[in-house]
């Protein structure tokens, strides 16, 4: 760790679900994220959650539609969220948003690993990622989570499918 990291490994993130509780804290995250990052998740410029966009984030059902947050002393750092394709779907649809300070310090990977633990005891075994083709870093987060077995590239997009089964 070097002088200018403002992630101190003594804070390390809390890793817990997203609750409706969480409102206030999911709005100011957008605050925390560079242009840059924002638009490789949002595949545009996004500087605020709309209400209508946290409703559709904090609508949540076990099984279908289930989030994790990592909450550090400034709320919260990250989140990862799936979205069942269908009910007895065995896919569904990943996002996740991390704070500047936090990528790249295992963060991600530890949000991902209990979506995968969640999805997996819901009978879901395959996750969908719609990423910039130029997300490598959100690539290379995904494949040391689950193994890719399939990507579709079109117009810049890559669409990737990763396999729960044999997930870590």
Do not use: C, Y
């Not at 545009?44 to 946290?54: C, I, W, Y």
């Not at 910039?132 to 987060?141: C, F, S, V």
Request: charged share 25%.
């Amino acid at each position: 760790m070097n002088d200018n990291d403002p992630t101190p490994a003594t804070a390390r993130p809390t890793i817990r679900p997203l609750t409706a509780a969480d409102r206030a804290a999911l709005r100011r995250l957008p605050d925390r994220v560079s242009p840059t990052s924002a638009v490789l998740r949002f595949h545009g410029a996004v500087k605020m959650l709309t209400e209508p966009t946290l409703d559709r984030l904090l609508d949540l059902e076990p099984g279908q539609r289930e989030a994790v947050v990592a909450v550090d002393a400034r709320g919260i750092a990250g989140v990862a969220r799936f979205a069942r394709d269908a009910v007895d779907s065995d896919t569904a649809e990943i996002a996740i948003l991390i704070a500047d300070e936090w990528q790249h310090h295992g963060v991600g990977g530890q949000l991902l690993h209990r979506l995968v633990e969640q999805a997996r005891h819901a009978g879901i075994t395959l996750f969908r990622a719609d990423l910039l083709a130029e997300n490598t870093a959100a690539r290379h987060l995904l494949s040391n989570v689950a193994p890719i077995v399939d990507e579709r590239v079109t117009a810049g997009h890559s669409v990737l499918r990763l396999d729960l089964r044999a997930a870590d």
